[in-house]
């Protein structure tokens, strides 16, 4: 997977089909129903590959449902209501902001940057800034275990080990959170915008709703230290992290999938494909 969707058709399709197997064998099921989310904005040539992957994998029916719907019924907004509220599932690949109000979205934006890019701007600073090169892997320790959108209150450090650019040999060094605050800087200003503009664009009789509910941050990268302060900051709203944020987007397709006979028509971004 890459940027949220399918970079290697038969790799994702035998992983698939592996887990798939897994699940019949262990519940003695027949080919199963399957809800899938996908990046809000994903191209018909996107979707079809996700659909057809899993098609060959083994499923029944396949159920295509936006992200940020998803993540949405996962962090326990109420979906349905006719009030505005606004999700941002920062995940792996993708941002996917949306305001969603009667079951539907009414705004959404997608953005190809998220967790993956953070680490490569990690890597790429400490290229330029320290001189050492280090893989995407330490780059996501170092996100998680010290990454940050503002100035902490009392800065922590990691050491971590990469090759020397100048003589080619291992080398330890400290990192701090400032640096990492730097690294991840540009990358979050672009989220910062993206959920900017989608607030522009929502309709004035929701824009209240959102402003007294605040916005609600899901995906892995919501655990980003002082991530949510930053985004209060510029937006001048308040802003909350959903419970269990990693898990947002997956409790929220396992729930459509319990209750699909009844969310169906509420859901009107779900598609089915046989």
């Known amino acids: 997977m890459k940027d949220g969707v399918i970079a290697d058709f038969t790799a994702t399709q035998l992983m698939l089909r592996n887990i798939i197997q897994k699940v019949r064998k262990r519940y003695s099921i027949g080919k199963p129903r399957i809800v899938v989310g996908v990046p809000s904005g994903i191209t018909e040539v ?154 522009e664009k929502t309709p004035p009789e929701l824009a209240s709703d959102i402003m007294e509910k605040g916005i609600v941050l899901a995906g892995g990268g919501a655990l980003i230290k002082n991530l949510d302060k930053k985004i209060s900051t510029e937006t001048e709203m308040p802003v909350y992290i959903a419970e269990d944020p990693l898990d947002c987007v997956v409790k929220g397709t396992g729930k459509t999938l319990d209750n699909l006979e009844k969310l169906k028509p509420i859901l009107t971004n779900i598609r089915k494909r046989k």
Do not use: H
């Open 46 to 199: 996107e979707e079809r590959a996700v659909e057809e992957s899993i098609i060959q994998a083994g499923a029944r029916e396949v159920y295509l449902m936006e992200e940020p719907m998803a993540a949405a019924i996962g962090a326990m907004l109420d979906v349905g209501e006719p009030s505005g509220s606004i999700i941002v599932d920062i995940g792996g690949g993708t941002t996917e902001v949306a305001v969603i109000s009667l079951g539907g979205i009414v705004v959404s934006n997608s953005l190809r940057v998220a967790g993956d890019e953070l680490d490569r701007d990690i890597v790429n600073y400490l290229k330029r800034e320290k001189n050492i090169s280090i893989g995407e892997t330490t780059a996501e320790q170092l996100k998680m275990e010290i990454g940050c959108a503002m100035p902490l209150m009392t800065e922590t450090t990691m050491e971590i080990r990469g090759r020397d650019l100048s003589d080619g040999l291992p080398k330890t060094i400290e990192i701090s959170s400032s640096d990492m605050q730097e690294a991840m800087s540009e990358s979050i200003e672009r989220i910062i915008e993206v959920i900017k503009q989608t607030l």
